[in-house]
């Protein structure tokens, strides 16, 4: 399954942006869909995630307060709000998705089983 991100931008700092997640196959029924962010000379890294009911979510510590995962029924569709964007948080984004019902939140790549191409998000000062 192929998922589709939009969103990014160059934005500048304290700005927000609002990124979006779906499967190309809008009748595709996925459980979790998580983003993930990378830096330059950095690895991979988990920010957000959100369950397919809305009801489960997880934040990594650093974007907490200021980053929201939310989903549209309608649109199969999953958001990431980015508010208050630092320079530090300048990335590629992706979106990951995975079908397996998880009985909390997954926070690690492994468990996501199909992945977005990732858009650019950067944040000047």
């Known amino acids: 399954v192929q998922l589709q991100a939009s969103g990014g931008g160059l934005v500048q700092a304290g700005d927000s942006l609002r990124l979006s997640c779906a499967p190309a196959?809008?009748?595709?029924?996925?459980?979790?869909m998580g983003w993930f962010r990378q830096a330059p000379g950095r690895e991979r890294e988990f920010v957000a995630a959100i369950s397919r009911s809305g009801e489960k979510t997880f934040y990594a510590d650093s974007v907490k307060g200021r980053f929201a995962v939310s989903i549209d029924d309608t649109e199969n569709s999953a958001y990431l709000q980015l508010n208050t964007l630092k320079p530090e948080e300048t990335a590629v984004y992706y979106c990951?998705?995975?079908?397996?019902?998880?009985?909390?939140?997954?926070?690690?790549?492994?468990?996501?089983?199909?992945w977005g191409q990732g858009t650019q998000v950067t944040v000047s000062s």
């Open positions: 196959d809008r009748s595709f029924t996925w459980a979790f």
């Open positions: 990951a998705g995975t079908s397996a019902r998880y009985t909390s939140v997954p926070r690690v790549e492994v468990l996501y089983d199909f």
